[in-house]
């Protein structure tokens, strides 16, 4: 043990969950990272993994992934400075939970404390293990009820593991504490189609929030009790990208197809709805109840939320709710109690969104990557745009979050090409880099190294 605490010591930062410390995307103790790399250039190794798109985190000499195999749910602990697999473990489970392609079993990101390492699947639950490899706890959850699957990673605070499920029906979030594994609080949420990863906020007094984006609004919760403590309305339906903070702004994009300014569409209240539709007065509305003006653009699953083919009043209303709704980024300053939608949202920006990847702040500006690779700098402090241009070379959709350290952007594409800006509201392309193969995972970031997995494998890059 002594060694192992030794080892972990040698390492000067840790990237310890989804976008390193509290999700912010950035090293700020690196210095030399290579601008040009790729799968023979500037690999310090290069270690075969199983399918997944969950990405690295760092603790000491660790990396921590999860990954799946059959019905095994995975969870992978590699040797920092070599890539050697020290230890594998595996949760057997053939529970398959509804999934859109893209989503994966092992999609969400574990999290670490430096002693142990949380991990969460939507087949199983949560789970912990020791630096080691020595099972901690194990915790069921679900089923979910989920239109694309539940995805958000796990965060820790305050000696807690927290986890956001925000399904279609039986929304909510959790508290368990980090090391019995034992629920500390669990609260509802009137949320559907979540997929985002919350975040930690400490304020200057009182006990750690944790701010978690939903369905047309972000609500943060005492860490103590679960109880809420303020919220920010006007958020769009399904939020993928996770929040960052920056000082004591908060800042959030969130995307969903139907949303974007000038394609709101006003619909009648639920009773007015059932007066004219409901013809046989059963209380539901059926798809073929409906007049055409009133039918949704997508697919009667996505409103449907309990899955039994007709309409509620409750599902009906989120429908509603969803055409008003505008896609936005959002500056919001942190605090406050209650409702401070009026008093605390600084700016929105509502052009060229990103669906999944996470805003970045870096130097006083925000940097937005949407899908077709269009890349847009926004001013921090009042959300004018700085730049906005499309990646050329890398014109593709992107999943994975931005990173920066030392001036640089790092961002990586689906069809696995990680083109490298400089961190300036007029950026430039420095490098595209290709791996010729898919990249869902976000880089992980610390000691002059980049993480970068692929869908077969797991890279160091550094300068050689």
């Given at each position: ?230 919220l920010v309305r006007g958020l769009t339906c399904q939020p993928k990208s996770a929040p960052v903070i ?219």
């Open positions: 043990m002594r060694a192992l605490l030794l080892s972990l010591a040698a390492w000067s930062a840790d990237w310890p969950q989804l976008r390193g410390p509290n999700g912010s995307g950035l090293c700020t103790t690196c210095a030399n990272l290579p601008t040009e790399f790729g799968p023979s250039k500037n690999v310090v190794w290069k270690t075969a993994v199983p399918e997944g798109k969950s990405s690295p985190v760092l603790a000491g000499n660790r990396i921590f992934l999860t990954a799946s195999e059959g019905e095994d749910l995975l969870t992978i602990a590699l040797d920092r400075t070599t890539g050697k697999i020290l230890w594998r473990r595996a949760i057997r489970t053939p529970k398959r939970e509804h999934q859109n392609p893209l989503n994966h079993r092992a999609a969400p990101t574990p999290v670490t404390d430096g002693k142990s390492v949380y991990v969460f699947f939507a087949d199983f639950g949560l789970a912990a293990y020791g630096i080691d490899g020595d099972e901690k706890w194990r915790l069921q959850l679900g089923p979910f009820n989920s239109q694309h699957g539940i995805v958000a990673s796990p965060v820790v605070a305050s000696g807690r593991v927290v986890l956001v499920s925000d399904g279609d029906t039986d929304a909510f979030i959790i508290a368990v504490d980090a090391a019995s594994g034992k629920i500390a609080w669990k609260r509802p949420r009137e949320v559907i189609n979540g997929y985002s990863t919350p975040i930690v906020y400490q304020p200057p007094k009182g006990p750690a929030q944790v701010i978690a984006p939903g369905s047309y609004q972000l609500t943060a919760y005492s860490i103590e009790d679960g109880a809420t403590q303020w920056d000082g004591e702004t908060l800042y959030f994009s969130g995307w969903t197809p139907g949303n974007d300014a000038g394609e709101q569409v006003d619909l009648p209240v639920f009773t007015e709805v059932a007066a004219k539709a409901d013809t046989n007065r059963d209380g539901k509305l059926a798809q073929s109840e409906l007049p055409k003006p009133w039918q949704p653009t997508g697919t009667w699953r996505a409103i449907d939320l309990d899955r039994d083919g007709f309409l509620n009043e409750r599902e009906w209303t989120f429908f509603r709710t969803r055409r008003a709704s505008r896609n936005a980024a959002f500056a919001i300053k942190l605090g406050g109690s209650g409702d401070v939608t009026n008093t605390h949202v600084r700016w929105r920006y509502e052009k060229s969104l990103p669906d999944v990847p996470t805003p970045l702040v870096y130097d006083d500006v925000v940097f937005l990557f949407r899908n077709g690779g269009i890349a847009t700098s926004l001013d921090a402090k009042t959300g004018a745009v700085v730049k906005q241009s499309r990646l050329t070379g890398a014109i593709e959709d992107y999943y994975a979050s931005p990173v920066a350290a030392a001036g640089r952007i790092y961002i990586a594409s689906e069809h696995g090409k990680v083109v490298v800006l400089s961190a300036k509201g007029d950026w430039e392309i420095l490098a595209i880099n290709d791996f010729d193969a898919p990249i869902y995972a976000t880089p992980a970031v610390a000691d002059d190294r980049l993480f970068i997995r692929t869908s077969g494998a797991l890279y160091a890059i550094g300068v050689q």
